[in-house]
T-cell receptor, first 114, second 113 residues
């Protein structure tokens, strides 16, 4: 089955700097890669997702890049703000897989210091 | 605003008790999921349901069962709670059966003593 590894487990950045979180996956047939943000006391919320037919996707200050050859994808947050402090999860699944088989990474705790 | 509501934020139970975790969604989604969140392990799928009265096992179904009698409600049942089931439980719903674009509830932190 799919295995998703996420690094780093914790990330501390100065406000205004960029943050990058990397994930690797094991199943070359995986083709859907979402990122979720979990703020303290809340459930995870989808912030961006990408499919394998696209190499990069941007939404304001966040972007995701995908390298299918190397089987890794990354989340980039530019101009970080205190409200970006949260736990971020990557995940992967493949089309045609049965019923909701998203595999999540272990999560990255991001702390943005003013 | 779309909403997934979990009945309890914190729950404390004793070993051997039968525990019910309730979840309700107001988005008319066919698909609902129960995940378990543990530090360093991410989110792991326990069970999901793609229709009323239909269910499928996820990656860690042992010790759990589910019930979906109505489209908007999905319950997770711990038949005989054990200390290793102390965890954060997250309910989610999705418009797609593959669990894409999940909408999560705020979670129930369950402690089994």
């Amino acid at each position: 089955g799919e295995n998703v590894e996420q690094h780093p487990s914790t990330l501390s950045v100065q406000e205004g700097d960029s943050a990058v979180i990397k994930c690797t996956y094991s199943d070359s047939a995986s083709n859907y890669f979402p990122w979720y943000k979990q703020e303290l006391g809340k459930g995870p919320q989808l912030i961006i997702d990408i499919r394998s037919n696209v190499g990069e996707k941007k939404d304001q200050r966040i972007a995701v890049t995908l390298n299918k050859t190397a089987k890794h994808f990354s989340l980039h947050i530019t101009e970080t703000q205190p409200e970006d402090s949260a736990v971020y999860f990557c995940a992967a699944s493949r089309r045609g897989d049965s019923w909701g088989k998203l595999q999540f990474g272990a999560g990255t705790q991001v702390v943005v210091t003013p | 605003d779309v909403k997934v509501t979990q009945s309890s934020r914190y729950l404390v139970k004793r070993t051997g008790e039968k525990v019910f975790l309730e979840c309700v969604q107001d988005m008319d989604h066919e698909n609902m999921f129960w995940y378990r969140q543990d530090p360093g392990l991410g989110l792991r799928l326990i069970y999901f349901s793609y229709d009323v009265k239909m269910k499928e096992k996820g990656d860690i179904p042992e010790g759990y069962s589910v019930s979906r009698e109505k489209k908007e409600r999905f319950s997770l049942i711990l038949e005989s709670a054990s200390t290793n089931q102390t965890s954060m439980y997250l309910c989610a719903s999705s418009p797609t059966v593959r669990g894409e674009k999940l909408f999560f509830g705020s979670g129930t932190q369950l402690s089994v003593l």
